[in-house]
């Protein structure tokens, strides 16, 4: 894993949050405002709209067998002093209700702001449809 320490505590807290949906957790780990990107377009997101969605999104993957997201490498990559992107490689674990064990293998490129405490996402790509891979293993 090429990062620094910063970086790694940083990505520990985005796999926990993963994992546990610690809404306090992912308010401190994104900007205000933060764009979202994925193969359908570009979106400015609100954080404080986004937060009361993300139990909706945790009851779906649940319901679909999610059992785990692991940050399993990161890139890291300064842009300047303020700013640093980092490609981080996922890989979710779902268990169907048949007992049949599924993985996904997602990259997700962030662009982090990193004056103050901690880092700040401001935004966030996803190069691959999710759903579209989620129903490409049979989950969906």
Known sequence: MKSDNRMTEFFEGVETASNTLDLNL???QFADQFIFAD???TRVVEKQKFLPFLPKRREFF???GHQSTKVLSLEETP???QYTMVKAHFLMQFQKSTGESKEIN???TYILFMKGETPKI???IEPEDVQ???KDIGLL
């Open 26 to 28: 992912i308010d401190a």
């Open 62 to 64: 649940k319901s679909i």
């Open 122 to 124: 401001v935004m966030h």
């Open 132 to 134: 579209q891979a989620m």
């Open 39 to 41: 193969p359908n377009g």
């Open 106 to 108: 997602l990259d997700s």
């Open 79 to 81: 842009i300047d002093d």
